[in-house]
């Protein structure tokens, strides 16, 4: 099936990666904090520490051999749509490592769409059918068929966080935990995702 939103254009109309970015480094910039009410403020903050975290990874992540030739050998035009915000912490643990993908290959169109500006999409792709979790990844073909979905984090960390709900940690205590575990990893749980997904999708449209 090919939804509308794919036929009315509106993945293609998203921001590229690096528009994506530049937006929230003007917000950053030319925002006073200090006039800002207590839940601006909060995301204000969120901002500046998802940008310290997606600047480190942008400089340091190398894609190794095997993920660049799995990606390279994409050979038909792709659309890789996110869904997210970039006040987002989990996006800004995950997206640059799928940015830096996609740049491998000129097949693929990586475009960025706000979340809460697109929510009819979004609840397409909801987390569990009810969650408007965060960042979610939908690719297409050119024609507008899906061909995976990946989000809104890697499966181990998703099955950490139900182990620490199921302790009873609150969120509040398990959010620097994740944090913790993003840094350690560097990518390689949403790497190695990543692979087999846009492997077996290869191997299905060949």
Known sequence: ?????????????????????ELTKLYLENTDPTTLDTSEKTRYDYRKLNRQRTQRILKTFKPDAEITE???????PRVWMVLTEDWCGDSAQNLPYIAKLAELNEMITLRILERDKNLDIMDIYL???????????????????????????????????KNWKAEGLSKDEWTPKLHMWYAKNKG????????????????VEV
Not at 70 to 76: H, L, M
């Open 1 to 21: 099936m090919i939804h509308n939103f794919f036929t009315e254009k509106r993945p293609h109309q998203g921001k590229t990666y690096t528009e994506f970015e």
């Open 188 to 203: 390689a749980a949403v790497v190695s995702e990543m692979k087999e997904l846009v492997a077996k999708s290869v191997s």
């Open 127 to 161: 987390t569990d059918g009810k969650s408007r979790s965060i960042p979610k990844l939908v690719v297409f073909s050119e024609a507008g068929e899906e061909l995976f979905q990946w989000g809104p984090r890697p499966k181990e960390a998703i099955e950490m966080i």
């Open 70 to 76: 799995i990606i390279k050998s994409i050979s038909t």
